[in-house]
């Protein structure tokens, strides 16, 4: 992505589903002249979440813009922006927010602000080029320059999306940010402790798992499309398959906002189980969600 748009980049390559060399990263933080440093918060392909905090602070001590994506954790896992020197935060409406598919969430720092302001080479997008919407929208007081004096969109937005993300956000907010964050861990740990319950395994290193997906090996005599189509044809439950070297060998189930919930989970569970079951991958139904059903009422009580 950023060599479309004419950067240079070092794709720092770590094993998928395991924690990242931070040792690695500071090298070339050290050794190279590094404009922005760039991660994925929550690995949605992996199921695994990457130390934002430590990275920001590599960023911050050698000089380096740091651009986080928190498409899949906003709203779901905590993410700090200022405190972990994120200049640059990326998410979007439709995961752990809530809201609807279509629009992009950011929030930028004054560094990030100043190095857009002082790019030699001019941005060639219009909707996309962020100067406009701090010219034009953001408030004086936010540091907004409203060179039209008063308010304005630079283009027309998509209005409904952005009612349905308020609403949205009064819900996160009327739930609580910690008991938000706490329900989506309890639901993760119920479904990975489910799965592993019928002799599953989970992809990433369990201390790294992600609170919003949940990352499956898939089992010996069975395949992805067996248990994904077996799954939505047979109980209308839709979960998603592995994604480039992953494809094939895993199988992803999603627990973002309102689908962090027993309501969903178990009987994601239960079809997963029936399927198995059917493919004689497990001679018994019931345990997963048993297992499940278990951790979330002791979490709930606590
Ligand atoms: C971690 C991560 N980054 C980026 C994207 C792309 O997000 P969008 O579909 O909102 O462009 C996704 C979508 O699944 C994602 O999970």
Known sequence: MCEIYGAQSINLEF??????????????????????????????????????????????????????DAISSLGGIEVKVDEWNIDVCISSSQKCLGGLYG????????AAWEAMENRKVKPRSYAYDLLKWKMR????????????GRR????????????????ACKMILEEGLNQR?????????????????IGLEIFPDEEIASSTVTVIKVPK???DSDIVDGMLKEHKIMIAKGLRRLKGKVIRIGHMANTADQNHIIPT??????????????????????????????????
Do not use: C
Request: hydrophobic content about 40%.
């Open 152 to 167: 304005s969109y630079p283009l027309p937005p998509p209005t409904h999306l952005i009612y349905a993300l308020n609403e």
């Open 181 to 197: 964050f706490k329900r989506h861990q309890t639901i993760a740990y119920a479904t990975r402790e489910g799965v592993k319950s």
């Open 15 to 68: 094993e998928w589903g395991k924690s990242i060399d931070l040792e690695r990263v500071k090298e070339v933080l050290e050794n190279e002249d590094v404009k922005v440093l760039t991660a994925v918060h929550n690995e949605t392909s992996t199921g695994a979440v990457n130390p934002i905090k430590e990275l920001g602070e590599l960023a911050k001590e050698y000089g380096a813009l740091f651009v986080v």
């Open 103 to 110: 629009l992009s969430i950011l929030s930028i720092s004054d």
């Open 269 to 302: 569970l239960a079809a997963l189980e029936d399927v198995l079951y059917k493919f004689k991958v497990i001679s018994e139904k019931g345990i997963a969600v048993e297992t499940a059903l278990n951790i979330i009422e002791k979490q709930l009580e606590i």
């Open 137 to 148: 929208w953001i408030p004086k007081e936010e540091g907004g320059l409203l060179v039209m």
């Open 221 to 223: 005599g069975v395949s």
